[in-house]
């Protein structure tokens, strides 16, 4: 069955660089989430998106921007990386149903050097 | 705003043997949802169980089952007939009813002893 498709797996930047990361929800599903998750740390919830709309925010930095585009698929934009912005960066998706269950992806591993 | 405790940042179980870990959370709404993720050190997150908080019954999926306390807020986690497979991270995690945000705790470290 298809899954929720991240990319790139992994991704080296340097500080004050930039970086986009992909997900790819599975076919249907019209919301997706975007976790930061630090070493050691549980995920913290970025921001959300249901039918092309924000429909969410949390611990974002003004740093980082999203969106969803017309095939459901997100780009997490993230500029001015700093050694702090390394972490596992998750993207989860999930249908309409008010009883959809949720789908991770397998994560992109962003380190800033 | 809801917050999640998992009050045991590491356990270890022998191989076969069970294990609980626990979860309590804060919420002030009455329709809302509760899961168990396990992640590997793979850093997959894999849904291990969910219990929704209007049914009273515990979820079960096979060798795991729930004990969901509404009144007290608690949703500890059972593994039964403990397996090497299942050494991992457990987040307990909290969603309010509708299309909401999930809301993890600290995690758990379990590791399964041979």
């Known amino acids: 069955a298809a899954g929720v498709i991240q990319s790139p797996r992994h991704l080296i930047k340097e500080k004050r660089e930039t970086a986009t990361l992909k997900c790819y929800p599975i076919?249907?599903?019209?919301?997706v989430y975007w976790y930061q998750q630090g070493p050691g740390q549980d995920p913290q919830f970025l921001i959300s998106?249901?039918?092309?709309?924000?429909?969410d925010k949390g611990s974002i930095p003004d740093r980082f921007s999203a969106q969803q585009f017309s095939d459901y698929h997100s780009e997490l934009n993230m500029s001015s990386l700093e050694l702090g912005d390394s972490a596992l960066y998750f993207c989860a998706t999930r249908g309409t149903g008010l009883n959809e269950k949720l789908f991770f992806g397998s994560g992109t591993q962003l380190s800033v050097l | 705003a809801q917050t999640v405790t998992q009050s045991q940042p590491e356990m270890s179980v022998q191989e076969a043997e069970t294990v609980t870990l626990s979860c309590t959370y804060d919420?002030?709404?009455?329709?809302?949802?509760l899961f168990w993720y396990k992640q590997p050190p793979s850093r997959q997150m894999i849904l291990v169980i969910r219990?929704?908080?209007?049914?009273?019954q515990n979820a079960t999926e096979n060798r795991f089952s729930v004990n969901f306390q509404k009144a007290a807020k608690s949703f500890s986690l059972k593994i039964s007939d403990s397996q090497l497979g299942d050494a991992a991270m457990y987040f307990c995690?909290?969603?309010?009813?509708?299309?909401?945000?999930?809301?993890f705790g600290t995690g758990t470290r379990l590791t399964i002893i041979p």
């Open positions: 995690a909290y969603k309010n009813f509708g299309n909401e945000k999930l809301t």
């Open positions: 076919p249907r599903h019209d919301t």
């Open positions: 998106f249901y039918e092309k709309m924000q429909s």
């Open positions: 219990q929704e908080a209007y049914k009273q």
């Open positions: 919420t002030s709404e009455s329709d809302y949802y």
